[in-house]
């Protein structure tokens, strides 16, 4: 049996989730972002009690179809964002196609009616929350995070950082407020 989860966004989360099923006693075989393989069914009851232990962690238990594809989309690219591994020549929807085993017009569509946001553009939002991150932590420099994120130059990056945030990357760095969103709630 197989559950799907909304706002799994990393392995705390894994833990969470992890938590909730090993404190309800159900035997879980396999738990990645965004789903839980369970080794046998449960009832109805038991997955109700699982259900309210989720939305009172900040989770949601996912019943639709294209609600899962939308949750294994966010997953795969905050995934692919946070691996800090994007080459220059990256095409998110050869990417997505590969990953999900269906064809990009199809895996498009259906995100941009139910997230009122196209894929480039949440892939985009996630990149520079991505960016907003990396500056806080001053881990690396401009050039590198450009480099690990898959700009073609430091003056994209920048520009598309300014577009989305109104700051350039250097006045948001000398803020130094936490102007960062939740990715699950990008």
């Given at each position: 049996?197989?559950i ?112 009122n946001?196209?894929?480039?553009q ?51 760095k ?13």
């Amino acid at each position: 049996m197989k559950i799907f989860i909304k706002n799994m966004v990393c392995n705390r989360c894994i833990s969470a989730v992890s938590k909730i099923f090993e404190d309800a006693g159900i035997d879980v075989a396999q738990i990645r972002l965004g789903e839980v393989e369970l080794k046998s069914e449960i009832s109805e009851e038991v997955l109700n009690n699982i259900e309210e232990n989720l939305i009172n962690t900040g989770f949601e238990r996912i019943k639709d179809s294209s609600q899962q594809l939308i949750e294994k989309i966010k997953n795969l690219i905050i995934t692919k964002i946070g691996s800090l591994d994007i080459a220059e020549n990256f095409v998110l929807s050869e990417f997505l196609s590969a990953n999900l085993h269906k064809d990009y017009s199809l895996i498009s569509k259906t995100f941009s009616q139910t997230e009122n946001v196209t894929l480039e553009q949440f892939f985009i939002l996630q990149k520079i929350e991505k960016v907003k991150e990396l500056l806080l932590y001053n881990e690396f420099t401009l050039t590198e995070i450009s480099a690990k994120l898959g700009y073609k130059s430091v003056q994209h990056l920048s520009a598309q950082f300014r577009y989305s945030t109104g700051f350039s990357p250097t006045e948001f760095k000398k803020l130094k407020t936490n102007n960062r969103k939740a990715l699950d709630l990008i």
